[in-house]
């Protein structure tokens, strides 16, 4: 690895690996509290409802899921980007164009989706087999999104990352609390759990409201020029390749389960939705991708220090990957098998496919770097060709190893992207190299990380 030069490098370098420490901290701490706060409420629900009005629940919600057009998924990593970008080069005012122009986009489609669903729940109740009142609910919680994606927008831009985190934590809480009242006073129905979840985001919103409202006057009152950005703008330059990397992400996976299906029947299905749906709480525990976003871009033209933090992302996200995985794999299916029985014939499959974690963490810590450069036309071309590996790979592997081919897919798929993703970095970014012996040797930033550790471990363990 490159040898620091100057102290002041020496100290931009411990503020950069504090911010990354502290963040990954706090967004892996928030994630393990919202799950357990989150099974508390399912339990809590399960209680009182019985299978089929769940079944309901769920059938509303997938609303939402299904006009999740106009929430303009994969926009946010992008406006993250050059937003930090332009404040790293200290535009804070091109900065705040872009949040604006966002959120102004964002709530013109929100109030679109509103109107659409709450006008036409009598065809969205007929269509999903859902009582109109509760279509109607559903509504409104596409008017409480764009505020909600603005809030997490600008924490990470401020890396803030202690709000960003513990904001969908105190939304789980105040809906736990909302909950647990109705379960005391009054009977629960699938109505006031669908009143709770709006109150509990609307709550969340008003509380965290002071923070954004200091970072939006920040960037107005900070330094650069003034132009201004139309929202076709945002949207016809590079945004429109974020947009559309995001349904080819959900048509691979989409098209993963068709095929389970058609090869193995519906309950092959149910055994591999557990499965997946494990892996994903796995590596929501290890976010460190999700803190590199907005600090790459502010490096764009320093390739140097750019080189340097992508590779020690890389390195410790493998890290983190390597520690999960293993101790998903002994603790999980004990731990999990108690409380749900009825799943050990997951475990396995779930076991096999923590495997993909390993190449999945190179890819998961690259995809912001391209993200940073404005390569997300790359990054399309990359989900594309993932989606078309996965439903050969699935395909093959579900005719040579039945419901184990679908781990095979999991692990080959990843190990393929890994590739293809690296050797993408060298030829759209000339400069950016990342070494991989210096992935497995120990240098002086690894050597001021671990004192970093120590020094914190020994105040509060002396």
């Given amino acids: 690895m490159v040898r620091k030069s100057s102290r002041n490098q020496s100290l931009m370098n411990k503020s ?28 809590l629900i399960l209680s009182r409802l019985g299978v089929s009005q ?9 609303i939402v899921t299904l006009l999740s057009i106009f929430q303009l998924p994969g926009l946010d990593s992008l406006i993250v980007a050059d937003m930090s970008f332009e404040k790293g ?17 964002q709530f013109c489609l929100a109030i679109v989706a509103w109107m659409l669903v709450f006008l036409g729940a009598p065809i969205f109740s007929s269509l999903f087999n859902v009582p109109s009142q509760y279509v109607q609910l559903v509504s409104f919680l596409f008017l409480l999104s764009p505020l909600r994606m603005a809030y997490g927008v600008s924490f990470r831009v401020n890396l803030d990352f202690i709000r960003f985190s513990f904001i969908s934590f105190f939304e789980e809480s105040i809906k736990l609390c909302v909950l647990w009242v109705i379960f005391s006073y009054t009977s629960m129905n699938i109505a006031a759990i669908l009143i709770a979840m709006i109150i509990s985001q609307t709550a969340a919103l008003i509380i965290f409201m002071p923070a954004f409202l200091r970072f939006w006057f920040s960037l107005k009152g900070g330094s650069g020029t003034a132009d201004k950005m139309r929202w076709w703008e945002l949207l016809l330059d590079h945004g429109k390749w974020s947009i559309l990397t995001n349904y080819a992400g959900n048509a691979g996976k989409s ?32 976010p460190l991708s999700t803190i590199l976003a907005p600090l790459l871009p502010q490096f764009v033209s320093d390739k140097e220090r750019f080189t340097r ?3 020690k992302g890389i390195k410790y996200q493998f890290i983190a990957h390597v520690l999960v995985a293993i101790g998903a794999c002994i603790f999980a299916p004990p731990l999990l098998g108690y409380i749900f029985p009825e799943y050990q014939n997951v475990f396995p499959l ?19 770097a391209f993200v940073a450069f404005k390569l997300q036309k790359s ?13 050969v790979l699935t395909f093959v592997g579900i005719s040579l190893f039945g419901i184990w081919g ?11 992207q890994s590739i293809e993703r690296s050797r993408s970095l060298r030829r759209n970014i000339p400069g950016i190299t990342v070494s991989w012996i210096g992935l497995f040797r120990y240098d002086d930033d690894d050597k001021l990380i671990l004192e970093k550790i120590s020094s914190i471990l020994l105040r509060r363990f002396p």
């Fill in 16 to 43: 950069i690996i504090r911010t990354v420490g502290e963040g990954t901290f706090w967004a892996s701490a928030s994630t393990f509290f919202i799950k357990i706060v989150g099974l508390v409420s399912v339990f």
């Fill in 54 to 62: 769940y079944g309901v629940l769920e059938l509303a919600l997938s």
């Fill in 89 to 105: 080069q200290g535009e804070l005012r091109r900065a705040r164009n872009i949040l604006s122009v966002y959120i102004v986009l």
């Fill in 255 to 286: 098209l993963r389960i068709w095929i389970i299906q058609r090869m193995l029947g519906p309950e092959a299905v149910g055994v591999y939705a557990v499965a997946i749906g494990l892996i994903g709480h796995v590596i929501a525990l290890v």
């Fill in 309 to 311: 933090l992508l590779s």
């Fill in 350 to 368: 779930f076991q096999v496919m923590l495997i993909a974690l390993l190449p999945g963490a190179v890819t998961t810590v690259l995809n912001p």
């Fill in 379 to 391: 990054l399309f071309i990359s989900t594309v060709l993932k989606t078309l590996i996965t439903v």
């Fill in 406 to 416: 679908v781990a095979v897919e999991s692990i080959g798929t990843a190990f393929l």
